[in-house]
C-alpha cells in the first residue's frame, strides 16, 4: 500500500510514524513544504522569546528520525491532486502515486485587504520563516503595531514583549481573544497587557498602511496615522487547501470528514487544522486549530489509512494561554448551551475570574482567568459528560469545588 501525506506538522508526523508501525510493509511519503525539518507552530512564541533555539521547534529531534523509521521526506508544494489517476502533482511537475493519501496541510494566514499591505515592513508570523524574519528586524524599541489579538496574536505579543518592542495592538472588535474568552475575562486580560505597557487599541480597523523614508503608516479611521518600523497582521487564517479545486474533496470552513477522517472522496483522508468535524459538546461541526487536536486526528486517520478501525468521538475546543504571565483558559461551550445555566466568581483586583455552564447536571463549558489548578479535571468532567448530581448545586455556590465534584463523580461514574 503507498501511503501518501501532504504537509508535514504535527497531524502529518504522527499519521507518518503511525502509518509505519500499523502497515510495516506499506510505503509511507511525507510531504514538507516548507524546505524545513518538520516543526511544530506552536514553538514559534518560545522562539521568539529567546527560550529556545530553532532546533527545539522540531516535533522530533533527529534529522535521520525518517530516515530510520523509513519514512520517505520528499520537499515541496503540492500543487494538484488528481483522485482518477491517484496522483499528487508537485510544483515542478513530480508526480506521486497513491493509494491512500492524507491532507494534513493546516491553514494560512489571511491578509487584511487593504492598501498597503504588500509593503515591506508588513509581515505575519505563521511559518518559522515568518519568525525567522522578525527576529531579523524587530528589537528593543522597534516600534510593531500588531492587528488582531486573537489566541496566536496573543501569544506572538508574548514573544514581542520579550524582544521589548515598543508594541500597539489594534483589534478590530471590542475585546481581545473574543473567539476564546468572555467579556469579564477579556477585559481582565487587557487590563494585565496594558499594566505591562503594551498599548491595546479596541473597535480600531486600519484603512491603509503606506511608506515613508523606510518607516510605515498605520492609517486609522478618523485620520489619526500610526508610525510604525514594522506593521504585523494577524487576523485570521483559512484552510490550505487550494489544490483540492476539482477533485470533489468537499470543504467549508476544513475540508469535511467523518469520524474516521475520510473525505466524500474514497482513498482521500484529512487531519489536523485543515480538517472540520463534529464538536463533542456542541455537535456542531467547526475546525479545532489546537495541537493536541492535529495529533490525535493524525493518528486516527492513519490506522484507517492501514485498514484498522479507529473513530473520533469528536473534537473537544479547549485552549490555554499565557497572556504575559496571566494564565487563561477556554473549555467547551463557554458562551453556553441554549437551556443551560451559569455560575461565576470574579476578583478583578487579582485577576481572577471564573465561570462555569451548565446543562442540566452536566457541565458543558468553562471560561478562567489566574485559575490554573482545574484545568484536567474542567476537561475531564466536560469532555466524560459526567453527571454532576448534588455536585451541581454546591458548584453553584462555590464554583471553585471542581477538584472535589470530579473526585465525587467521575470516579465514581
Ligand atoms: C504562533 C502559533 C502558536 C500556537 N500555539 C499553540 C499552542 O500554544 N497550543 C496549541 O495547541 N496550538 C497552538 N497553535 C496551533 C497549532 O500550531 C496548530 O493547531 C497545529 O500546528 C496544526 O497542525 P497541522 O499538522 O494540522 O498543521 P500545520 O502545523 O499547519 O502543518 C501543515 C503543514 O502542511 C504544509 N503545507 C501546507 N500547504 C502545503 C502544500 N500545498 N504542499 C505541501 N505542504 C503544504 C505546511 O508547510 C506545514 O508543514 C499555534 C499556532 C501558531 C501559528
Redesign the pocket.
Known amino acids: 500500500m503507498r501511503h501518501v501525506i501532504?504537509?508535514?506538522?504535527?497531524?502529518?508526523v504522527t499519521a507518518a510514524e503511525t502509518l509505519r508501525r500499523a502497515d510495516p510493509a506499506g510505503s509511507v511519503t511525507l510531504?514538507?513544504?516548507?524546505g524545513e525539518i518538520?516543526y511544530?507552530?506552536?514553538a514559534?512564541?518560545y522562539l521568539l522569546a529567546g527560550k529556545i533555539r530553532e532546533t527545539g521547534l522540531r516535533i522530533r529531534p533527529g534529522e535521520d528520525h525518517y530516515r530510520n523509521l523509513g519514512i520517505d521526506v520528499v520537499g515541496?508544494?503540492?500543487r494538484s491532486v488528481d483522485p482518477g489517476a491517484s496522483q499528487v502533482l508537485l510544483e515542478g511537475g513530480r508526480a506521486l502515486a497513491y493509494d491512500r493519501l492524507l491532507v494534513?496541510?493546516?491553514?494560512?494566514p489571511t491578509l487584511q485587504r487593504i492598501p498597503g499591505i504588500d509593503l515591506p515592513g508588513v509581515h505575519t508570523?505563521?511559518?518559522l520563516e515568518d519568525a525567522r524574519d522578525l527576529l531579523r528586524k524587530a528589537g528593543p524599541g522597534t516600534r510593531v503595531v500588531q492587528m488582531g489579538a486573537g489566541?496566536?496574536g496573543c501569544?506572538?505579543m508574548q514573544g514581542l514583549v520579550s524582544l521589548r518592542v515598543d508594541l500597539t495592538i489594534l483589534v478590530r472588535s471590542g475585546r481581545m481573544v473574543s473567539r476564546m474568552m468572555n467579556p469579564p475575562s477579556s477585559a481582565l486580560i487587557r487590563r494585565w497587557c496594558e499594566s505591562k505597557g503594551v498599548k491595546i487599541r479596541v473597535e480600531t480597523l486600519p484603512g491603509a498602511i503606506t511608506a515613508e523614508n523606510g518607516h510605515l503608516g498605520v492609517h486609522l479611521p478618523g485620520g489619526e496615522v500610526l508610525p510604525a518600523d514594522l506593521y504585523l497582521c494577524l487576523v485570521g487564517v483559512k484552510p490550505?487547501v487550494e489544490?483540492l479545486a476539482g477533485t470533489g474533496v468537499q470543504v467549508d470552513s476544513g475540508i469535511l470528514v467523518d469520524a474516521g477522517m475520510a473525505t466524500s472522496v474514497p482513498g482521500i483522508y484529512a487531519?489536523?487544522?485543515?480538517a472540520e468535524f463534529v464538536d463533542v459538546v456542541t455537535g456542531e461541526r467547526s475546525v479545532n486549530?489546537?495541537?493536541?487536536?492535529?495529533v490525535e486526528q493524525?493518528r486516527i486517520a492513519a490506522l484507517n489509512m492501514a485498514g484498522r478501525r479507529a473513530a473520533s468521538r469528536g473534537t473537544f475546543p479547549f485552549n490555554v494561554l499565557d497572556t504575559l504571565g496571566l494564565k487563561s483558559s477556554s473549555f467547551g461551550a463557554w458562551q453556553g448551551l441554549p437551556g443551560g445555566d451559569s455560575v461565576e466568581v470574579s476578583d478583578p483586583d487579582r485577576y481572577r475570574y471564573l465561570k462555569l455552564e451548565f446543562l442540566g447536571d452536566r457541565l458543558v463549558g468553562a471560561n478562567a482567568v489566574g485559575h490554573t489548578d482545574h484545568i484536567g479535571v474542567v476537561r475531564g468532567l466536560i469532555e466524560g459528560r459526567v453527571r454532576l448530581g448534588p455536585w451541581k448545586e454546591r458548584l453553584r455556590k462555590n464554583p471553585t469545588q471542581l477538584m472535589e465534584a470530579y473526585l465525587a463523580c467521575a470516579q465514581k461514574a
Not at 494534513?104 to 494560512?108: C, E, F, L, N, V
Not at 487531519?271 to 485543515?274: E, V
Open positions: 501532504i504537509g508535514a506538522g504535527p497531524a502529518g510531504i514538507e513544504g516548507e518538520p511544530a507552530r506552536m514559534i512564541p515541496g508544494r503540492v494534513a496541510t493546516g491553514s494560512r508570523c505563521w511559518t489566541f496566536v501569544i506572538i490550505a489544490f487531519a489536523g487544522d485543515a486549530a489546537i495541537q493536541p487536536n492535529a493524525g
